[in-house]
């Protein structure tokens, strides 16, 4: 089993709140990832890191911001939520060597 | 612009039939082809790997077949389990693309015991 964990696992907030969603993995992996996905969907990605102080948006379009300040640590934000952003977030990491990726649970966000 | 294309959207499958899940992509800088399953509630998960310099790898009832001049690959489970009833994406990665994953829209498999 991955060692990644995010945090929540379901949230529901009100329109125009400010939300952070934590990803940590104690891999040590450098490769970091954010995707988006609606239920039953494809898996889009919306940012991904290959390290410390490294951060790229992804092939979709977000208006969520990362950070990554530590290996281990990959949290996304939501400035201002909006009912357009109520999806599941699934976080992934991948060591430089490897290609596989391995996900979290994801949080399931609905935006009310 | 989708560069991997999955088919069926959903398939049925009796108990210890043969499930098949075909893949398609453009990008022909693909290096790494990956098949993730998903249950409901949870990540997806690694369930087997290709890279092209082979044409088919097996592991346990699970196998992929790829065919690099057709730019398709495939995935078979060979017979079917009531626990293999989950969503399958297929994936694809290439170095120039910075290894990261481009995913097929995903498969619904479900097995009718």
């Known amino acids: 089993e991955a060692d990644i964990y995010q945090t929540p696992r379901y949230l529901v907030i009100g329109t125009g709140k400010k939300i952070t969603l934590e990803c940590s993995q104690t891999m040590g992996h450098d490769k970091m990832y954010w995707y988006q996905q609606d239920p039953g969907m494809e898996l889009h990605l919306i940012h991904y890191s290959y390290g410390v102080n490294s951060t790229e948006k992804g092939d979709l379009s977000s208006e969520s911001t990362v950070s990554r300040i530590r290996t281990e640590h990959f949290p996304l934000t939501l400035e201002s939520a909006r009912p357009s952003h109520t999806s599941q977030y699934l976080c992934?990491?991948?060591?430089?060597?490897?290609?596989?990726?391995?996900f979290g649970q994801g949080t399931r966000l609905t935006v009310v | 612009q989708q560069q991997v294309k999955q088919s069926p959207q959903s398939l049925i499958v009796q108990k210890g039939g043969i499930s098949i899940i075909n893949c398609a992509y453009e990008?022909?800088?693909?290096?790494?082809f990956p098949w993730y399953q998903q249950f409901p509630g949870k990540g997806p998960a690694l369930l087997i790997a290709?890279?092209?310099?082979?044409s088919e790898k097996k592991e346990g009832r699970f196998t992929i077949s790829f065919n690099k001049s057709a730019k398709q690959f495939s995935l078979h489970i060979m017979d079917s389990q009531p626990g293999d009833s989950a969503t399958y994406f297929c994936a694809a990665s290439s170095p120039q693309g910075a290894q990261k994953l481009v995913f097929g829209q995903g498969t619904r498999l479900t097995i009718n015991p």
């Open positions: 990008n022909t800088a693909f290096d790494y």
């Open positions: 992934a990491s991948s060591s430089q060597e490897g290609s596989e990726a391995f």
């Open positions: 290709i890279r092209p310099d082979v």
